[in-house]
């Protein structure tokens, strides 16, 4: 077959014969669509190079386009991690000042954080003091000044952790992805006279109660191109763009 087509090229009728002698039908080849009738565009990028790091640069706009799931993995993997890495710093100030060892039974020593003994009491003091719960039973002393550097980084790098992560959030919940689910077009379109001239005629509908104000609709018109210079056909649209469609992928 691929020698056949290097041969007769692509537009071609395969006709098959069986043993009673019977033609088959000849063979449509079907074209793929450019856009998706879920207005998904069927365009695949290539040969950009180091698309890694372009995507690394722009985190906020790549986080956003993420899938939920993904979403959902960073955001508890990333509170996850830093809880108990704060947690960790908590407990080992403890534990290089000696506060482990006395355990809370010592009253006239004076701990660094009060109640804390061991890691867990350091993780549950991160907790209160990070979401600001304040149960009063675990607190910082006036005689720990690393601890209270540490409070100040901890404050600072969790109002950083939130903006971006529940701003990330936010974003991605109020994008419209879904309205257009609830927008229909007709199964068919028509192309008719309108003034002389041929008009494709097709409906819109809404299936919201809500009304769509200073509404608008914007088609475009793709049409295949050959060229004499250009080794493979081109798509011309009206707003000025050129797409050059490949085999198995487009680019721009």
């Known amino acids: 077959m691929?020698?056949?087509?290097r041969k007769f090229g692509e537009d071609y009728q395969v006709v098959n014969t069986n043993r009673s002698m019977t033609f088959s039908a000849p063979v449509k080849k079907k074209r793929q669509r450019f856009v998706e009738k879920n207005g998904r565009c069927n365009v695949q990028h290539g040969n950009l190079g180091s698309e890694t790091s372009r995507y690394i640069s722009d985190l906020f706009t790549t986080l956003v386009?993420?899938?939920?799931?993904?979403?959902?993995?960073?955001?508890i993997l990333t509170y996850t991690v830093a809880w108990l890495v704060m947690a960790s710093m908590w407990w080992v100030i403890a534990y290089i000042r000696g506060d482990l060892s006395y355990g809370g039974h010592n009253s006239s020593y004076t701990p660094c954080v009060a109640n804390v003994y061991n890691f867990p009491s350091a993780f549950l003091f991160f907790i209160e003091t990070e979401a600001t719960i304040g149960y009063g039973h675990?607190?910082?002393?006036?005689?720990?000044?690393?601890?209270?550097?540490?409070?100040l980084f901890q404050s600072l790098l969790g109002s950083i952790v939130d903006?971006?992560?529940?701003?990330?959030?936010?974003?991605?919940?109020s994008q419209p992805k879904k309205r257009a689910e609830t927008?229909?077009?007709?199964?068919?379109a028509v192309i008719s006279q309108r003034d002389g001239k041929l008009?494709?005629?097709?409906?819109?509908?809404?299936?919201?109660?809500?009304?769509?104000?200073?509404?608008?609709?914007?088609c475009k018109l793709i049409k295949v191109r050959s060229s004499q210079t250009a080794p493979h056909p081109s798509f011309s649209q009206q707003y000025g763009c050129q797409?050059?469609?490949?085999?198995?992928s487009a680019s721009t």
């Open 2 to 5: 691929s020698a056949i087509r």
């Open 183 to 188: 927008l229909m077009f007709s199964q068919d």
């Open 65 to 75: 386009d993420l899938k939920w799931r993904w979403n959902l993995l960073i955001f």
């Open 199 to 218: 008009c494709l005629m097709f409906r819109v509908g809404n299936l919201r109660n809500s009304h769509m104000v200073s509404a608008q609709i914007r």
């Open 163 to 173: 903006a971006f992560l529940i701003g990330c959030m936010f974003i991605k919940m």
């Open 138 to 151: 675990r607190y910082i002393t006036e005689k720990c000044p690393e601890g209270i550097i540490l409070f």
């Open 243 to 248: 797409w050059v469609v490949y085999s198995s």
